[in-house]
């Protein structure tokens, strides 16, 4: 017996949150997000996308066992920017069933239809600060804190439910050098004078240069990403929330922040204390004792994660990007940082990936979305039902 349940009160927004941390019991790769972030995720007070999106979760109970659960997300300033009529499906978990999967897939596109839909596609979230993409490579590999872990069999579910690949992701392993490339910095200082830029990140701690700096920082970054894949501007309060998250993580010896002659942000690197390890140990709980964990993290890091690196269009291939790169590797080899690990970059983004050309990388994962479209899937659906009153 399958039953499909939409979350409407508390205590089943609480099912839907702690539902992947059953699934993953025992599984050192898998990373959660804080619980106080997903159980607020349908409340407008605490989640600032819902300016731009409206959501649905449901539950997915077989046999009277929950089994797996999805969101779906209709992202309307993407759909307005892109001309599209997209669904996302997100936060999707679900046991090693085929019936559980179609289920709770076939929700999502029956509430995309209703909401005039033409394509479902995911897994996305609510904009590019959240989790997304289906891990297909690198199972042996812990997730970053940015990226969701999944099982194998998840790509097999989204594929029999009907899905093809829409995106691309690859992860990197960086190799940390023993000492700076001096080659490289005497590059950087030449690159200087010829373009007229200043690094800024030297200049005060976050919560001094992130008024100055951090909305001209993410229109920046806004207008670099513009063409990437399904790509939402970060902007109103979202931005606010991105840049508390920056006042309080980011560490300025790994970041980077280059400004012209006019003051203007033409460039921007972050690299993150990895938080992986004490969300592990505290289980998404934001404790006193989890928070002691997290601070310990970003105070004394032995892992980074690369969060972005941006540089204006006007800018791109000039190699100002070296200028980032070679600051933020002389302090983390300065500072004994142990590894480095990449967030997602999409296949095509071939501008991000050249900007690593200078270090030697390997590839640890890899990551799709998927999509189909679903205006097909109601035509079937009105065929075979005319069929059968015939």
């Known amino acids: 017996m399958l039953e499909i349940k939409e979350v409407k009160t508390k205590a089943d927004m609480r099912k839907f949150v702690d539902f992947p941390f059953r699934l993953y019991k025992g599984e050192r790769n898998y990373v959660p997000s804080f619980r106080s972030d997903e159980i607020g995720m349908l409340d407008p007070a605490k989640n600032p996308s819902l300016a731009d999106c409206s959501v649905r979760c449901w539950l997915a109970y077989k046999d009277g066992k929950l089994a797996g659960r999805v969101a779906g997300i209709i992202q309307k300033k993407y759909n307005s920017i892109s001309g599209r009529k997209c669904i996302r499906f997100s936060r999707f978990d679900c046991i090693d069933d085929q019936s559980v999967a179609n289920a709770l897939l076939a929700e999502v596109e029956r509430y995309g239809r209703a909401e005039g839909m033409d394509t479902m596609h995911g897994p996305w979230g609510f904009n590019d600060q959240d989790r997304e993409g289906l891990l297909t490579y690198g199972f042996d590999r812990r997730a970053t804190y940015a990226t969701n872990y999944n099982y194998e069999y998840y790509e097999k ?19 940390i050098p023993e000492k700076t490339d001096e080659r490289i910095a005497r590059i950087a200082d030449r690159l200087k004078d010829k373009f007229h830029v200043r690094e800024v990140a030297d200049t005060g701690p976050m919560r001094k240069l992130i008024p100055v700096y951090g909305r001209r920082a993410l229109a920046m970054v806004n207008e670099a990403y513009a063409s990437l894949d399904c790509y ?14 920056f006042a309080t993580v980011i560490n300025t010896r790994y970041f980077s922040l280059l400004v012209n002659e006019k003051d203007e942000v033409v460039g921007m690197a972050v690299m993150l204390p990895s938080l992986c390890e004490a969300i592990q140990k505290s289980k998404g709980r934001m404790t006193p004792l989890g928070i002691l964990r997290l601070l310990r993290a970003i105070k004394r890091p032995k892992e980074l994660e690369m969060a972005l690196i941006a ?21 983390l080899i300065a500072d004994g940082i142990e590894k480095v690990e990449s967030n997602p970059e999409l296949v095509t983004n071939t501008a991000v990936q050249s900007q690593w050309t200078t270090l030697e990388k390997n590839v640890i994962k890899r990551r ?18 005319a069929d059968a009153d015939a």
């Open 311 to 331: 540089v204006r269009p006007d800018y791109q291939k000039t190699g100002i990007n070296s200028l980032m790169i070679s600051r933020i590797m002389s302090n």
């Open 157 to 175: 579910l989204v594929r029999a439910a009907g899905f093809a690949d829409e995106s691309e992701w690859l992860e990197y392993d960086f190799v």
């Open 232 to 245: 939402v501007p970060v902007e109103g309060k979202i931005a606010d929330a991105v840049l508390d998250q």
């Open 368 to 385: 799709k979305c998927f999509i189909k479209s679903i205006a097909e899937s109601a035509a079937l659906s009105e065929a075979a039902a």
